[in-house]
């Protein structure tokens, strides 16, 4: 099954450019994630929404922006991206209460230079 | 805050051996437990869940895990490991659907 998709699966940028990483799920689940991945941190995570039009900050939300106009999918945009955002990017969508998992994407590696 | 601890960073195990990954953490209310693994190049996959009911939990591939209430622990027991085992293993605890704290990760090495 589809399930998640993350697009693209590499990218590499110059710092100052505007990045928009995108996430798509086919399960209709209403919570959606995105999260960062870096040595020695774990996953962090950086917005997350309940629903369509409904999107949260999560622990690390600065220079990130994100929209959620349809239920499946959750573009996670860099309005200017900084080397310091170089990292591993993974989407991931859950049911909705606490005790079901999160399902996640492949993730997308950013490079920034 | 919720915080997380895997003291565990890098484990290195011969393959047979038994293997424990410690998770502690720090919430003291109800709370929702989760087992990941991410095998090289891939996403993370669930292991094994607890939410309520036997504190002793099994998931795939052989693992189980035992939550402790009194120690704030969910501990990763597999009795004996295979190569392909070899995968960094995140402990999570949530209380909501939107509050999940993952660990620092735990990178196991299972040696031939």
């Known amino acids: 099954d589809a399930g998640i998709t993350q697009s693209p699966r590499y990218k590499i940028t110059e710092t100052g450019r505007q990045v928009t990483l995108m996430c798509h799920q086919t399960?209709?689940?209403?919570?959606m994630f995105w999260y960062r991945q870096d040595l020695g941190h774990g996953l962090r995570l950086i917005y997350y929404?309940?629903?369509?039009?409904?999107?949260d900050k999560g622990e690390v939300s600065d220079g990130y922006v994100v929209s959620r106009s349809k239920t499946e999918n959750f573009p996670l945009t860099l309005e200017s991206a900084t080397r310091s955002q170089t990292s591993v990017y993974f989407c991931?969508?859950?049911?909705?209460?606490?005790?079901?998992?999160?399902?996640f994407g492949d993730g997308t590696r950013l490079s920034i230079l | 805050a919720q915080s997380v601890s895997q003291h565990n960073h890098h484990v290195i195990l011969s393959e047979a051996a038994s293997l424990e990954l410690g998770c502690n953490y720090s919430?003291?209310?109800?709370?929702?437990l989760f087992w990941y693994v991410q095998y090289p190049g891939q996403h993370l996959q669930l292991l094994l869940k607890y939410f309520s009911g036997d504190p002793l939990v099994k998931g795939i591939k052989g693992f189980e895990a035992e939550f402790i209430k009194s120690k704030f622990s969910f501990n990763l027991r597999k009795p004996s490991v295979q190569w392909s085992d070899t995968a960094e293993y995140f402990c999570?605890?949530?209380?909501?659907?939107?509050?999940?704290?993952f660990g620092t990760g735990t990178r196991l090495q299972v040696t031939l």
């Open positions: 929404s309940a629903a369509a039009d409904i999107t």
């Open positions: 999570a605890v949530g209380r909501t659907a939107s509050k999940l704290t």
């Open positions: 919430y003291g209310g109800t709370v929702n």
């Open positions: 399960w209709s689940h209403s919570y």
């Open positions: 991931a969508s859950s049911k909705g209460q606490g005790y079901q998992p999160q399902h």
